[in-house]
Nanobody, 121 residues
């Protein structure tokens, strides 16, 4: 059974920092690309940051320089360190595990339950 369990969300003032963590189980973690998505009320879910199986990273333009994604293949965890938070960062943040495959039927996507991040002005 695959589980992605997020932690670390909460309420913070603008300019503050939070660190989100995601613990994965039930997958061969090192073979998965991992990512953090977020969804604000009334908006589509968007990719915030991703870290591939080769540790390369990608970020949403609006979080570049403020957020850092990392992974620990020994602990099967990823983290998202967030600095200089703004009210526009308020959303539910979801952990995602994605396994790429040439044959689409072998691709896999798993999601955590989400953790709320609220930034007050």
């Amino acid at each position: 059974q695959v589980q992605l369990v997020e932690s670390g969300g909460g309420l913070v003032q603008a300019g503050g920092a939070l660190r989100l963590s995601c613990a994965a189980s039930g997958i061969t973690f090192r073979t998965y690309d991992m990512g953090w998505y977020r969804q604000a009320p009334g908006k589509q879910r968007e990719l915030v940051a991703s870290i591939m199986d080769d540790f390369s990273t990608n970020y949403l333009d609006t979080v570049k320089g403020r957020f850092t994604i990392s992974r620990d293949n020994a602990q099967n965890t990823i983290s998202l360190q967030m600095y200089d938070l703004t009210p526009e960062d308020t959303a539910v943040y979801y952990c995602n595990a994605h396994r790429r495959a040439l044959n689409l039927k072998y691709q896999r996507d798993f999601w955590g339950q989400g953790t709320q991040v609220t930034v007050s002005s």
